[in-house]
């Protein structure tokens, strides 16, 4: 069985390129020509020369001493959180740029719901020197102001989406109708493994880079080049993607994908697409995704808005299809509290979604030789306002603990 894409853009049953008619020319262009530019040298030169010198890979992989006693295995932490603008999007953004300049396109398109995905894109475009539009939600542009204060900074015009929820799905609907409308000379940054072939492909390839560092660092730490389990936290699936892409085909290494429970599967607020979703068409490829029963979108919550996502991307629809991936989901409060304590025994403070894919380790039926390897999306400076809340809640708690 592969787990890679095929040659019709479809993960088993998942995937597809659902798309306007306006749209198959951008599409068949970049779905004929993203293989060939991505393997060539050229390209890959410039990408590894970006990824060193500017986002600064390789990122260190680290063996989390107190947190591997506490969990009873070796625990090794992929640091994605170390990159440049604090993330993994970066890698996908600074590829899907010299893909772009080398298609001809002038015009950058992309959106954001937590302004994450808004920040990477502005700051690539920076970079090139290149026209950026980012469409977000009215609703989510007042909720994650600083985010559109750094893409205004970074030259970006934010646009607000005003229609339906004034969200990320809104948002996306704007995104496409300027691409229809700018077909020629505009190429649309999406941000995850989502979108219709070949977006998750390609975007799977960038993310990449993660598990291809990960073989050759293992080697130099335990003498071989793959772990027992690979773990990441999931919200449209990207960060997962790079982290499992080259374990893929190899069985002796268990890939583990988090959800965000929000405030608990049942509660009504919730984002754990594959428990929660169904078969469905989103953001232009048939996967699972959160829907009522006549195929309305229901909205998504998770504390960490890079969570907060109706769907997941096809190809890890097949992958827990197949029971090739293991799923398990953690609360809003579980992840605040991976959060508080990795900060307290290792001194790193991870993002709120990451925080997820921490919370789960426990769960996990570990023996004391596995390793482990957690991938750290990203920093938690994003968040600190959210864990100061926390800690104000639950002082007695967390100054006496130790
Ligand atoms: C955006 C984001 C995610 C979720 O996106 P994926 O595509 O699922 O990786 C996870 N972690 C961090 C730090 C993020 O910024």
């Not at 502005?122 to 090139?128: D, G, N, R, S």
Request: charged share 20%.
């Amino acid at each position: 069985m592969s787990y890679q894409v095929d040659n019709q853009g479809y993960y088993g049953e998942f995937g597809g390129a659902f798309i306007p008619e306006m749209l198959h020319a951008n599409i068949d262009q970049l779905a004929k020509q993203y293989k060939i530019l991505i393997n060539d040298d050229g390209f890959q030169k410039e990408f590894k020369s970006l990824l060193k010198d500017y986002v600064g890979r390789p990122t260190p992989l680290y063996l989390a001493k107190r947190l591997s006693t506490k969990i009873g295995a070796r625990v090794y932490l992929k640091r994605e959180d170390l990159n440049h603008t604090g993330a993994h999007k970066i890698n996908n953004t600074i590829g899907q740029i010299l893909l772009a300049q080398r298609l001809g396109k002038k015009r950058i398109i992309a959106e954001t719901g937590a302004g994450q995905h808004g920040v990477a894109t502005a700051t690539v475009c920076a970079l090139m020197g290149v026209e950026c539009i980012v469409y977000m939600g009215k609703v989510d542009i007042a909720r994650q102001a600083p985010n559109v204060a750094r893409m205004r900074m970074l030259g970006a015009e934010v646009r607000p989406a005003l229609s339906g929820s004034q969200t990320l799905k809104d948002a996306t609907n704007e995104a496409i109708r300027d691409w229809i409308n700018n077909p020629a000379k505009t190429h649309y940054i999406i941000g995850s493994v989502v979108g219709p072939h070949p977006y998750p492909d390609m975007v799977a390839r960038f993310q990449s880079v993660i598990s291809e560092e990960i073989q050759w660092q293992l080697k130099e730490h335990v003498g071989r080049s793959h772990p027992d389990y690979v773990v990441a936290c999931v919200g449209g699936g990207s960060n997962a993607a790079g982290a499992f892409y080259h374990y893929l085909d190899n069985e002796d290494v268990q890939l583990v994908a988090v959800e965000a429970a929000g405030k608990g599967i049942d509660s009504g607020a919730s984002a754990a697409t594959s428990v929660l979703g169904s078969k469905g068409i989103i953001h232009g490829s048939r996967t699972l995704l959160m829907q009522t029963k006549d195929g309305q979108i229901i909205e998504p919550y998770s504390i960490s808005a890079g969570l907060d996502y109706p769907g997941i991307g096809p190809q890890h629809a097949h992958l827990i299809a197949t029971g090739r991936a293991q799923v398990f989901s953690a609360t809003d409060e579980e992840a605040l509290e991976a959060a508080m304590e990795l900060s307290r025994i290792e001194g790193i403070i991870p993002a709120l979604e990451t925080a997820h894919a921490l919370a789960i380790l426990d769960r996990i039926k570990v023996k004391e030789d596995d390793v482990i390897v957690v991938n750290l999306s990203g920093r938690g400076d994003k968040d600190l306002a959210t864990y100061i809340d926390y800690l104000d809640n639950n002082q007695g708690e967390h100054i006496s603990d130790e």
